[in-house]
């Protein structure tokens, strides 16, 4: 079987104190004999991969509401053993305060974490040039995660694309609508300073 395209990514809050992302991919093969309901011969199904996405302050996995009020939930090298212990399919750490506070992301924390768990990593917070990047990358973390840097920069996005291929490069989107207009817009620094993009255009931005 190959993925062969993302159908949509759910976020599931509260759960034990830990958000949760669920990923739809749609997965296709193909058979000996063309299925009648499908001409090209191709079924279709949904399979979902359970992916914990921990907020990290300071070395430890913070809980809390648009990354405010921050309570301590535990050490986040125990916290990945445990969901990988658990069955989760890979998981997401990222450096809520490293933009905020114009630090880089916690690579020793990273590295500490690769040392404990096989599944794929995917790390994000404080990223803003290819050289952070890479230093992530050895450090263990298997894909690298940007929001603040590729709202500023979008080529970074491409130039780490190619560097180190699309495969490694994810672009998270912090999104609040607006209560007066109803409309979605994306934030940046960890979700406490508003851009004047739309979340929809902005996914959609080749």
Not at 9 to 32: E, G, Q, R, Y
Not at 36 to 55: F, H, Q, S, W, Y
Not at 88 to 102: K, N, P, R, S, Y
Request: hydrophobic share 40%; with cysteine; charged share 25%.
């Amino acid at each position: 079987k190959s993925i062969n395209k993302i159908n949509k990514i759910k976020s599931i809050h509260n759960t034990n104190k830990i958000h949760i992302a669920i990923a739809i991919a749609i997965h296709t093969h193909d058979h000996d004999k063309p299925d009648t309901a499908n001409d090209k011969g191709v079924e279709t199904m949904l399979a979902k991969r359970i992916i914990p996405c921990l907020d990290v302050d300071n070395g430890r996995v913070k809980k809390g509401v648009n990354f405010i009020n921050l309570v301590d939930v535990g050490d986040p090298v125990a916290i990945a053993a445990s969901y990988e212990v658990q069955g989760a399919d890979e998981q997401v750490f990222l450096d809520i305060t490293a933009t905020t506070e114009g630090r880089g992301t916690f690579k020793d924390v990273i590295s500490a974490i690769s040392n404990e768990v096989f599944m794929p990593l995917t790390v994000g917070g404080g990223i803003r040039t290819l050289a952070d990047m890479q230093q992530l990358l050895q450090a263990g973390a298997d894909k690298i995660s940007i929001n603040s840097a590729a709202l500023a920069n979008p080529e970074l996005i491409r130039e780490g694309a190619e560097k180190f291929g699309n495969q490694c490069i994810v672009v998270a989107i912090d999104v609040k609508t607006d209560p007066e207009t109803g409309k979605r817009f994306v934030y940046s620094h960890g979700g406490r300073k508003k851009t004047d993009r739309l979340a929809y255009d902005w996914a959609q931005e080749p």
